[in-house]
């Protein structure tokens, strides 16, 4: 009974003392069912806007389902920040509900979108006119599709189309109090200890063109690792944050093309900013080879995997040790 005791406690500690990392959410962590969507950047782009906000339960977006107005209600209430009277809606990290969720209700949204006349009503299947009126109000927003019901696929790359698009008065990131941010090659990453005990976790800060940037909290970062480590070297193509103290929020990083490798035809000098977007724009289409993903999984992987073995050493001695006794 003792050994058992003794082993227990070795593995228990050892499994709570594992380095985490910071609260980083990309592409293949933000939902379980997006790695085959063709909407996937756009998708870890709207939840970072709060476009999407976070749902509780099951970590599914369900891209090819029928979006309905109930929960295009839910979304855009949410997005626009409509609160209950007398209910302060006390976002759960930074008060601009940008990566997790509030305390109000989906049913206290979708009121509220009735209310507002975000809706016309809860029931039956969203349509493009039903998106356009729950975002943009009475904006002239030219629907190609009039009258079609709209997959949650469909929802986010619609939307995606207003990250550069302007309608009143802006685009998507400007609605939703975003500032872009610094484009160009990371060329170190840091990271601080933060919080305490099991709950601890490193918070990450990049170097760009000399010069540093904290990471939030809560980023979501696309074509990237979720251990920032594995960034370096690679380019930053766009980035956004809501708050500078508060650090980037939204990461676009490129993993096969340096910044240095980008290059003026005509002058020699690193390319201008209408370049940049362009390379953007092409990430989804020129994917990272899978060799590169290896090495970047690989090195986000690599410290676990020597704790994993130290504390599989400790059980064996452990044993060997009470044995002996």
């Known amino acids: 009974m003792k050994k058992r005791i003794f082993l227990l406690t070795i593995i228990f500690t050892l499994l709570f003392s594992l380095r985490g990392f910071a609260h980083v959410e990309n592409e293949a962590t933000i939902y379980d069912d997006i790695e085959l969507s063709d909407a996937k950047e756009e998708i870890v782009i709207l939840r970072a806007l709060n476009v999407i906000p976070f749902e509780s339960g099951a970590n599914l977006y369900r891209p090819q389902e029928i979006l309905t107005r109930a929960d295009l209600a839910h979304w855009a209430a949410s997005f626009k920040g409509l609160e209950v009277e007398?209910?302060?809606d006390d976002q759960s990290h930074d008060g601009h509900g940008h990566s997790h969720g509030s305390s109000q209700s989906p049913e206290e949204y979708q009121q509220l979108a009735l209310e507002e006349g975000l809706v016309e009503d809860l029931d039956g299947n969203a349509t493009y006119e039903d998106i356009a009126r729950a975002y943009f109000g009475d904006a002239d927003v030219e629907l190609d599709e009039i009258g079609e019901e709209?997959?949650?696929e469909d929802f986010a790359i619609f939307m995606g189309e207003f990250f550069d698009e302007e309608v009143n008065g802006g685009t998507l990131f400007y609605a939703a109090d975003f500032i872009e941010g610094p484009v160009g090659k990371i060329e170190a990453v840091e990271a601080d200890r933060v919080g305490e005990a099991e709950s601890a976790y490193d918070r990450f800060r990049i170097t760009v063109d000399g010069k540093d940037y904290q990471i939030h909290h809560h980023p979501k970062v696309f074509n990237g690792a979720v251990d920032a480590r594995a960034w370096e070297g690679r380019?930053?193509?766009?980035s956004w944050y809501s708050d500078e103290e508060e650090g980037l929020e939204i990461l676009l990083i490129d993993d096969e093309m340096a910044a240095d490798d980008i290059v003026d035809d005509e002058s020699g000098d690193n390319t201008e900013e209408g370049e940049l977007?362009?390379?953007?724009?092409?990430?989804?289409e020129e994917q990272p080879s899978e060799e590169n993903v290896d090495e970047e999984e690989e090195s986000a992987d690599f410290p676990m995997f020597i704790v994993i073995i130290g504390a599989l050493l400790a059980v064996v001695l452990g044993w060997l040790f009470m044995k002996k006794k």
């Open 277 to 284: 977007e362009q390379v953007a724009s092409d990430i989804t």
């Open 235 to 238: 380019y930053l193509v766009q």
């Open 86 to 88: 007398g209910h302060s």
């Open 150 to 152: 709209v997959t949650r």
